[in-house]
Nanobody, 120 residues
Framework: QVQLVESGGGLVQAGGSLRLSCVASGNIFSINAMGWYRQFPGKEREFVARIIGSDSTNYADSVQGRFTISRDNAKNTVYLQMNSLKREDTAVYYC??????????????WGQGTQVTVSS
């Protein structure tokens, strides 16, 4: 089993910042990519940011320049620094890990989600 535990969500005013963290544990053999997705009420989960290796990053257009993803490989932890937050960033944010378990199973693994609410 792979466990992902997110933290750092909460309520913030527009223009403020939050930092999300996600720690991966369990029977992880290797991690290819770590990332963040978000889900608005009644909508499909959407891509926010991804980091492959230590420094290859991708961002959704809606967060480019405001959000920064980083990773601590030694700690199997991924971070999402969110600056200049807008009301439309309000969503449940999910951590994603793409990798292989010690049993050889390759796949996507998800956290339980953390709520981010941006008020005006």
């Amino acid at each position: 089993q792979v466990q992902l535990v997110e933290s750092g969500g909460g309520l913030v005013q527009a223009g403020g910042s939050l930092r999300l963290s996600c720690v991966a544990s369990g029977n992880i053999f290797s991690i290819n990519a770590m990332g963040w997705y978000r889900q608005f009420p009644g909508k499909e989960r959407e891509f926010v940011a991804r980091i492959i290796g230590s420094d290859s990053t991708n961002y959704a257009d809606s967060v480019q320049g405001r959000f920064t993803i980083s990773r601590d490989n030694a700690k199997n932890t991924v971070y999402l620094q969110m600056n200049s937050l807008k009301r439309e960033d309000t969503a449940v944010y999910y951590c994603n890990v793409r990798g292989r378990t010690t049993e050889g199973v390759y796949g996507d693994y998800w956290g339980q989600g953390t709520q981010v609410t941006v008020s005006s």
